[in-house]
């Protein structure tokens, strides 16, 4: 058995580890400002959902398109000066993938994670996510993608 005090220590220690890395997060890449990113090309790369398939063939296939609009809607609404292009062989350009995180099953209380995962051009990677409930995306109807995306678009620089 080990003593108390030993494992009070050991979870303050723990707590003090976590506390510590959740202050201190790796660096971000010196061109992910918002001067940069608001000039920026960007191109959005297939959109891509993980999880369990919910959706049917045609509901999956209009779920990825409004992803892949969205995002470069939101991006574009967020930097009136970028530019949004389907050349993906363009060096400068900044990779964007829509990337959406599926619950368990599709119950009101739950909730999905949506992503964007930025490849720079220097290789270096950023992604940016948060979690949404299912009710809260529902109740935008057509206008979820929307929604889920300007949202992320606000955690930018």
């Known amino acids: 058995m080990i003593p108390r005090p030993l494992l009070a220590s050991a979870a303050l220690l723990t707590t003090l580890l976590v506390s510590a ?42 779920v990825l398109a409004a992803m892949r609009r969205d995002s470069a809607g939101a991006l574009k609404r967020r930097y009136p000066g970028a530019t949004i292009s389907l050349d993906a062989a363009s060096p400068q350009a900044i990779r964007v993938t829509p990337v959406l995180q599926t619950p368990s099953a599709l119950l009101p209380w739950l909730k999905l994670t949506a ?11 950023v992604s940016v996510a948060q979690d949404f409930g299912l009710l809260s995306v529902w109740q935008h109807q ?7 995306y300007d949202q992320l678009a606000q955690r930018l620089p």
């Not at 890395?21 to 297939?46: F, G």
């Not at 964007?116 to 290789?123: A, K, M, N, Q, S």
């Not at 057509?142 to 889920?148: D, I, K, L």
């Open 21 to 62: 890395q959740a202050q201190n997060p790796a660096p971000l890449p010196a061109d992910w400002t918002s001067a940069r990113l608001s000039t920026a090309t960007y191109v959005i790369l297939d959109p891509q959902m993980t999880g369990p398939n919910l959706l049917g063939g045609s509901d999956q296939g209009s």
């Open 115 to 125: 992503r964007l995962d930025f490849t720079l051009p220097g290789g270096e990677r």
């Open 142 to 148: 057509a206008e979820a993608a929307n929604f889920v």
